[in-house]
């Protein structure tokens, strides 16, 4: 069983810059391809970044435009991985619970339904 426990949402001001982490915990997970989403209040859930077990990284240009970036950093035993979200210049919009997904593919995952484990979510609230 794989679990994911996201922290570092809060409030801050416009401009500002915060790092989200989440820590997934499972035999595997290091191998898995993961993700961030983010979903607003009265919106659908969005895609704002996803990886695969080696780093490389996808982004929601259209959410984000390159202010935000994902990494992560494997256990050698690949029963642990922490997964980041570094987002600087923040907007009022990008206001929302941001969660972390995983799912045990090695090549990257973009869709949604495709994750299989998902967190309880950190709310990030920027104000202008």
């Known amino acids: 069983q794989v679990q994911l426990v996201e922290s570092g949402g809060r409030s801050v001001q416009a401009g500002a810059s915060l790092r989200l982490a989440c820590v997934g915990s499972?035999?595997?997970?290091?191998?898995?391809?993961m993700g961030w989403f983010r979903q607003a209040l009265g919106k659908d859930r969005e895609l704002v970044a996803a990886?695969?077990?080696?780093?490389?990284?996808?982004?929601?240009?259209?959410a984000v435009k390159g202010r935000f970036t994902i990494s992560r950093d494997n256990a050698r035993d690949n029963a642990r991985t922490t997964l980041y979200l570094q987002m600087d210049s923040l907007k009022s919009e990008d206001t929302a619970m941001y969660y972390c997904?995983?799912?045990?593919?090695?090549?990257?995952?973009?869709?949604?339904?495709?994750?299989?484990?998902w967190g309880q979510g950190t709310q990030v609230t920027v104000s202008s």
């Open positions: 499972g035999r595997g997970v290091g191998r898995f391809a």
């Open positions: 997904a995983a799912s045990p593919s090695i090549t990257m995952v973009t869709s949604m339904n495709e994750y299989e484990y």
């Open positions: 990886t695969n077990y080696l780093g490389a990284a996808r982004y929601n240009h259209g």
